[in-house]
């Protein structure tokens, strides 16, 4: 749902004072006319930036395509200036959808000069050096959960770090039920939907 709809579904309607048409307001319109009308502005701004930040909590409502990878890592390093410590963000797509892409976005967005590599053979990667601790995890080659169990993946999660997981669908019962879903997908033009 964008904004405006929100807005709309909420009840507000674009709203002008009685008898006074935009142009009125604006070229003959008196400074008090106008002075009026800046409150009201205010106002509305402030309630389309608390319907953004609902829609942004309801999953997929946030979608962005992404060109190239260079937009899908803009797009990350955008998404995780809202993150707050001990934020989990579950990564699902096919392979060569983008989310190691949308990590290095993440750690980018974290201000982190670590160079993101896939975590595929070592299950684990840290990164540190930037606002908060980036932990990135690949769910990609686990055969059993027990595999979690031995890298103590649950520690991780409770750290005051940003978990970022791929193919957190792989064992999505292990992901904690505050995580973020970011599902990355690949588009007929060969761009990236990236919804959460
Ligand atoms: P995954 O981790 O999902 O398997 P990667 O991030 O490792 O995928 O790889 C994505 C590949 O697709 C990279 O080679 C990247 O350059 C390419 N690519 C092309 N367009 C995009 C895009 N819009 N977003 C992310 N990656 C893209
Ligand atoms: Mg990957």
């Known amino acids: 749902m964008q904004p405006r709809e929100c807005l709309e ?3 507000f309607r674009p709203h002008r004072p009685r008898n006074l048409s ?5 070229e003959g ?7 009026g009308l800046r409150p009201l502005a205010r106002q509305r701004s402030t309630i389309l930036d608390a319907c953004s930040s609902i829609a942004a909590r309801i999953p997929g409502q946030m979608k962005r395509i992404a060109a190239n990878a260079e937009v899908t890592r803009q797009v990350a390093a955008e998404f995780v200036s809202d993150l707050k410590p001990g934020n989990v963000v579950a990564l699902v797509g096919d392979l060569g959808a983008g989310k190691t892409e949308f990590v290095k976005g993440l750690a980018v967005g974290l201000d982190s000069p670590a160079a993101v590599t896939s975590p595929t053979f070592t299950l ?6 930037g606002r908060l601790p980036l932990y990135h995890m690949d769910f990609y080659r686990l055969s ?7 890298i103590g993946f649950d520690d991780y999660l409770s750290l005051p770090g940003i978990c970022a997981v791929e193919w957190a669908n792989r064992f999505p019962e292990r992901i904690p039920g505050t995580a973020i879903w970011v599902t990355l997908s690949i588009t007929e033009n060969d761009e990236r939907l990236i919804s959460w």
């Open 144 to 150: 059993s959960e027990d595999e979690l169990d031995e």
């Open 9 to 11: 579904a909420f009840g």
């Open 29 to 35: 319109g008196s400074e008090a006319a106008l002075h």
């Open 22 to 26: 935009r142009r009125r307001l604006c």
């Open 124 to 129: 684990i990667h840290e990164y540190r050096g």
